[in-house]
């Protein structure tokens, strides 16, 4: 069936809609969601799920958006869930985004209007070179757009549309899944699976279109407590060992190989994310990532062995490294169910795409929920340099993906 001709996209109208809502979440706090404002997007969402036809659509107190799409055929189909997350990072501002489509994209250098230093380059976004002739959406400088994850948002939100008013489309039930917290790891925290009743599911928060990831990072997380000595620092001298001084030779002294900005690829690393303290006592929060969970305990003795030789020089002084689990590779849920990537790949070659399967170096709430028993790879979504007020996506990759979400919904029924 060609889905293109006879669609009428409303992702561009959606995705410039939502990524107005300030959603920024917050991981100091410890409600859920981190932010209230974050319900403001859900309960949008619920409106509009409600005015497409699927009347059940509600938001629940910890501000996770649900919604059922009706079967429409006869066939006994598998229940599939779509899902996507509302929030966007701490990392940078999400407070009064202003979106620019810039149309027909010729390779030149796009200037963010509201701040002239942030200039998007093609030799500095190599997949822009791609998107010739295609609309670009940014944001005007100050803060990030907020693709992601506003765009995978508005792809289900687009095909939920087309499913609605294409009966032609034959589909099983699809579950419509949005969640809070996504960005500070919580973001299925609250998710209700039993409710949810679905047997396979995909995440739209992938970035190049064409690609399917069905392989994320393990993850650990790790806190580094140093105690030292205190002292009045006029009476200091062969007495005070600042343990924010110790904090920092330790966090010096881990090695560059084992960093995000010395990693690559398959490699894992070691990454502290914060520090605070006192003389007395300061703490290091580490993010711990590799693709092979055996190797994270290797990475924990990493910081174990620095702190080790640090503290040689500090008598009388001592830390402890409290490690947790946070998530952990999909792959090893999903290869066993391999229909769900298969059908995801077919669906994106059939939009045209040549379908690449892929790892990515972080995870997605599909992470935690395939060992919640919901199998869920994640599709690309469009989403370029997340995190910085230099994100992009393009209109075309986003119908691309809604394109993607009606192909495999149609395949799922095909095969049952």
Not at 6 to 33: A, G, M
Not at 90 to 113: A, E, F, M, R, W
Not at 249 to 264: C, F, K, N, Y
Not at 356 to 372: A, E, K, P, Q, Y
Request: with cysteine; net charge negative.
């Amino acid at each position: 069936m060609d889905l293109n001709s006879s669609l009428k996209f409303t992702v561009t109208e959606r995705f410039l809609r939502y990524v107005t809502i300030d959603t920024q979440s917050d991981p100091n706090s410890d409600t859920c969601p981190s932010t209230e404002k974050q319900k403001n997007l859900g309960r949008l969402l619920v409106n509009e799920l409600i005015e497409i036809g699927l009347h059940d659509a509600h938001i629940d107190e910890y501000g996770y958006v649900y919604a059922t799409l009706p079967a429409n055929t006869q066939k006994d189909t598998p229940v599939i869930c779509f899902c996507s997350h509302m929030d966007t990072a701490p990392d940078c501002s999400g407070t009064g985004v202003k979106p620019i489509v810039h149309k027909n994209y010729q390779g030149q250098d796009l200037v963010l209007p509201d701040d002239a230093s942030q200039i998007i380059r093609l030799n500095d976004h190599p997949d822009l070179k791609h998107q010739l002739g295609n609309d670009i959406v940014t944001a005007s400088g100050t803060t990030l757009l907020g693709a992601d994850n506003k765009a995978g948002v508005a792809e289900i939100m687009d095909a939920c549309y087309h499913l609605m008013n294409h009966p032609e489309i034959k589909h099983g039930k699809i579950r419509i899944l949005f969640t809070p917290d996504e960005e500070i790891g919580r973001g299925v925290d609250k998710v209700d699976i039993e409710k949810l009743g679905a047997s396979a599911g995909y995440t739209m928060d992938g970035e190049s279109v064409g690609n399917m990831e069905n392989e994320t990072f393990s993850a650990d997380g790790a806190k580094l407590i140093v105690r030292g000595i205190s002292a009045h620092p006029g009476f200091a001298k062969g007495k005070m060992q600042s343990a924010i001084k110790i904090a920092s030779q330790i966090v010096a002294a881990l090695p560059h190989e084992l960093s995000p900005e010395g990693t690559e690829n398959r490699a894992g690393f070691v990454h502290p994310v914060g520090i605070e303290g006192h003389v007395e006592t300061a703490e290091i929060n580490f993010i711990i990532r590799d693709f092979d969970e055996s190797k994270l305990e290797h990475h924990a003795g990493v910081i174990r062995e620095t702190a080790d030789n640090v503290l040689k020089m500090f008598p009388g002084c001592s830390y402890e490294l409290q490690v947790h689990s946070q998530y952990r590779n999909m792959k090893v849920v999903l290869d066993q169910h391999p229909l769900i990537v298969e059908y995801a790949m077919e669906a994106m070659k059939r939009t045209g795409l040549n379908a690449r399967l892929c790892s990515i170096r972080g995870g997605t709430d599909g992470s935690r929920l395939s060992f919640m028993g919901l199998p869920c790879p994640n599709i690309f979504a469009g989403e370029h340099a997340f995190h910085s007020k230099q994100e992009w996506v393009s209109v075309q990759d986003m119908q691309k993906a809604v394109e993607t979400i009606l192909h495999l919904s149609m395949i799922w029924e095909e095969r049952a």
